[in-house]
């Protein structure tokens, strides 16, 4: 799994960054789109008090060792397709080995939440918004899975 935090950006552009750079990331680190991963924070870049968003961004990476040797062609994309959004740009590569990554995936459902997959629910049913939606929010995804 690939990490790719930024810090001093939008959220909104990191989400548009994620969905630009996804693809041409994993085709250098030579691994499925599903093993990149974009993190925005709510974190705001500051320098002696001063609210430095858009100004000096940072982007940390966080990556097995073993593709550390596509470092250059990496910080390269990073840095070409963050281009005008940040004024400074720092990236730091951080890596570990594979065998301190632990994860659990739930296989009856879908690894990530995309625009094929995502549950539109009618709001127009329920007019009071302090009640939680407490059915399957999956049922008619699953229904599709099952024919």
Excluded: C
């Excluded at 909104?12 to 693809?23: F, R």
């Excluded at 789109?33 to 870049?45: A, G, K, P, R």
């Excluded at 940040?86 to 995309?114: G, H, M, T």
Aim: charged share 30%; glycine share 4%.
């Amino acid at each position: 799994m690939i990490t790719i935090t930024i810090y001093g950006l939008d959220s909104y552009l990191v989400g548009t960054l994620s969905k630009e750079m996804t693809a041409n990331l994993a085709k250098i680190y030579e691994v499925s789109e599903d093993e990149i991963n974009f993190i925005s924070t709510d974190n705001i870049v500051y320098h002696k008090g001063v609210d430095q968003t858009s100004w000096n961004v940072l982007v940390i990476v966080n990556a097995p060792k073993k593709v550390s040797v596509v470092q250059d062609d990496v910080a390269n994309i990073i840095s070409t397709q963050i281009g005008d959004l940040a004024i400074n740009l720092a990236i730091e590569f951080y890596y570990y080995s594979s065998d301190n990554r632990y994860e659990r995936i739930n296989k009856d459902y879908p690894r990530y939440v995309e625009e094929k997959n995502v549950v539109e629910i009618d709001d127009e049913e329920d007019e009071d918004d302090s009640e939680l939606y407490d059915g399957d929010i999956f049922e008619e995804f699953n229904k599709k899975q099952q024919n």
